[in-house]
């Protein structure tokens, strides 16, 4: 059988844990950062675990980082 091919994109957006979760980063973060919080800044910063509803997809895009 081939190798399968990992996407790159995914690769670059998400971070598999060593328990096996799926993290990715929070939307928001980028510009207009004047008018939010500290508190709501800082918040953003905390990775964010994929729904279960979205797994599946996100490793068929990592076929070998899980």
Known sequence: MSKLKTRSSAAKRFKVTA???ILHK???KRHNLSKKS???KRRLD???EIKSVDRWKVERMLPYNL
């Open 19 to 21: 328990t096996g979760k």
């Open 26 to 28: 929070k939307a928001g």
């Open 38 to 40: 500290k508190a709501r």
């Open 46 to 48: 905390i990775p964010g």
